[in-house]
Nanobody
Framework: QVLVVESGGGLVQAGGSLRLSCAAF????????TGWFRQAPAKEREIVAA????????YYADSVKGRFTISRDNAKNTVYLQMNSLKPEDTAVYYC????????????????WGQGTQVTVSS
């Protein structure tokens, strides 16, 4: 079992930055991948970015390429999502999820989920 805990959400003005953190407890993640998803009101949950722990391979949704950066700290078992040039349309609850093996690109690919953290971008 893996416990996933997100932190770092908040309210920011358009153009600003936030960094989200995702800590995983309960097992090593050397063979796993971690993804960040978001869900806005009345919208489906969508993937934002993902990273494979062993190789550091990354994936970004087109909507965040060039603005968001996903990274990992192996020693802390933590994944970060640095969000720059934030836009009002980035407003959503952001979720961190862990997959047992390999990169995944949809919600159903992931096995363990955090509780979510709210990101609100004002115009």
């Amino acid at each position: 079992q893996v416990l996933v805990v997100e932190s770092g959400g908040g309210l920011v003005q358009a153009g600003g930055s936030l960094r989200l953190s995702c800590a995983a407890f309960g097992r090593t993640l050397s063979s796993a991948a971690t993804g960040w998803f978001r869900q806005a009101p009345a919208k489906e949950r969508e993937i934002v970015a993902a990273i494979k722990w062993s190789a550091g391979s990354t994936y970004y949704a087109d909507s965040v390429k060039g603005r968001f950066t996903i990274s990992r700290d192996n020693a802390k078992n933590t994944v970060y999502l640095q969000m720059n040039s934030l836009k009002p349309e980035d407003t959503a609850v952001y979720y961190c999820a862990v997959r047992n093996y390999g990169l995944g690109y949809s919600s159903s690919d992931y096995n363990y989920w955090g509780q979510g953290t709210q990101v609100t971008v004002s115009s």
